[in-house]
């Protein structure tokens, strides 16, 4: 099963806006409303950010915003905060297998 | 609140084994479906192996098949992973993460990790 790809890395200005996007094929983000994201810090677990495409658990910021079009979903962050510097992880049910398929990863920098 | 705290990890030589272990609490353990994630040092997650709330129904990578066993006890609220015949490759921070019970392929809540070196 190969991996959902993202790009390596997106950086961005505090108070801007990155999009960090997450292709796949139509057996898995295309197929389903199954994409989630995921946050990690160095040295930490990853923590849920968006499941079902856009939909946010609850204590995630709304600075968080999830959408797909095709075979390729995106994670936007609005308002770019110094703590939003992290790895990003997506993932998306997949036909093709019996559990999900993680994307590549992107590293986000705050400048 | 919900609480994974693994343990177990290690260093250990090429063709050893290590036994990693869950410990779940602050939700009802017996109704999640649980899995195993991995992560080799600076690289990404690797989905290695999840199991059902009744254990019932049990997904391997093709990377650790024949190697790994995963199972629980619902009884202790715990999780395990036996490795087998471990290889360099298989070195990483091992996750253990509850499935939501309300979507697919969704893992809402992950332990803090536990390392496991194979070196010799």
């Known amino acids: 099963q190969s991996a959902l790809t993202q790009p390596a890395s997106v950086s961005g200005s505090p108070g801007q806006s990155i999009t960090i996007s997450c292709t796949g094929t139509?057996?898995?983000?295309?197929?389903?409303?199954?994409v989630s994201w995921y946050q990690q810090h160095p040295g930490k677990a990853p923590k849920l950010m968006i499941y079902e495409v856009s939909n946010r658990p609850s204590g995630v910021p709304d600075r968080f915003s999830g959408s797909k079009s095709g075979n390729t979903a995106s994670l936007t962050i609005s308002g770019l905060q110094a703590e939003d510097e992290a790895d990003y992880y997506c993932?998306?049910?997949?036909?093709?297998?019996?559990?999900?398929?993680f994307g590549t990863g992107t590293k986000v920098t705050v400048l | 609140q919900v609480q994974l705290v693994e343990s177990g990890g290690g260093l250990v030589k090429p063709g050893g084994s290590l036994r990693l272990s869950c410990a779940a609490s602050g939700f009802t353990f017996s109704d999640y479906y649980m899995s195993w994630i991995r992560q080799a040092p600076g690289k990404g997650l690797e989905w290695v192996s999840y199991i059902s709330s009744s254990g019932s129904t049990i997904y391997y990578a093709d990377s650790v098949k024949g190697r790994f066993t995963i199972s629980r006890d619902n009884a202790k609220n715990s999780l395990y992973l036996q490795m087998n015949s471990l290889r360099a490759e298989d070195t990483a921070v091992y996750y253990c993460?509850?499935?939501?019970?309300?979507?697919?392929?969704?893992?809402?809540?992950w332990g803090q990790g536990t390392l496991v070196t194979v070196s010799s």
């Open positions: 993932s998306s049910y997949t036909s093709s297998s019996t559990t999900g398929v």
């Open positions: 139509s057996s898995d983000v295309g197929g389903y409303n199954y």
């Open positions: 993460a509850r499935e939501s019970m309300t979507t697919v392929t969704t893992l809402d809540y």
